[in-house]
């Protein structure tokens, strides 16, 4: 089983600061994907990640996949209210199934 | 947008009955797969399906679960004789492709089961 850890586990912080979550491995994945999971729905995806060093942005999201395909981070820029949620990552091994394996998550709150 | 629908969204049920969560994948998906989330734990694999066949499942995916594509719209699991242990949200999902395309998953809203 591959082994996903989001740090940090939970995160307040004010509207208009930055922030970047982490998503760590000591396995490498073909993919990793971003999501987001509000309370009683399930995880909707943000972005796909598949190069090693490939940066993705999606508005104030910038999201990177580490040079060795084992971690990625997603950094909110100027974060607002309507970012608060669930965050979790999730890879694909490189027998390219679809069997996603998810991080822990990180829980972000953003004060208004 | 298309969207994966999952019924009913809450389910109660007792210790050693029979349940089926059902789902409908978005219409031209090929690919279909459940994956549970006990309450405060990550999101786990359970059973992948294509071309109306397992394709891949995990250990927590043992005889007492059994997915099915009864029809050409609807995607259902089955759990045999539930335990108190199966009380999680259950997520079914789809996609397009397979992972060797990294053709992105799109989860339903879930079904909440409560074994008591």
């Known amino acids: 089983t591959q082994l996903l850890e989001q740090s940090p586990q939970f995160l307040s912080i004010q509207e208009g600061e930055n922030l970047t979550v982490y998503c760590n491995s000591s396995?490498?994945?073909?993919?990793l994907q971003w999501y987001r999971q509000e309370p009683g729905e399930g995880p909707v995806l943000l972005v796909t990640v598949v190069t090693g060093g490939e940066v993705k942005k999606l508005k104030r999201l910038t999201f990177q996949f580490g040079d060795a395909r084992k971690d990625s981070s997603l950094h909110i820029t100027a974060a607002q209210p309507g970012d608060t949620g669930l965050y979790l990552c999730?890879?694909?091994?490189?027998?390219?199934?679809?069997?996603?394996?998810f991080g822990t998550g990180t829980r972000l709150t953003v004060i208004p | 947008e298309p969207e994966v629908t999952q019924t009913p969204s809450h389910q109660v049920t007792q210790m050693g009955q029979e349940v089926i969560l059902r789902c409908v994948p978005i219409?031209?998906?090929?690919?279909f797969y459940w994956y549970r989330q006990i309450l405060g734990q990550k999101v786990e694999f359970l059973v992948s399906f294509y071309n109306n066949e397992i394709s891949e499942k995990s250990e927590i995916f043992d005889d007492q679960f059994s997915v099915e594509r009864p029809d050409g719209s609807n995607f259902t699991l089955k759990i045999r004789s539930t335990k108190l242990e199966d009380s999680a949200m259950y997520f079914c999902?789809?996609?397009?492709?397979?992972?060797?395309?990294?053709?992105?998953?799109?989860f339903g809203n879930g079904t909440r089961l409560t074994v008591t």
């Open positions: 219409s031209n998906h090929l690919y």
């Open positions: 999902a789809s996609s397009e492709d397979s992972g060797f395309n990294n053709s992105p998953l799109h």
């Open positions: 999730a890879g694909s091994d490189q027998t390219g199934a679809n069997n996603l394996f």
């Open positions: 396995s490498v994945f073909s993919s």
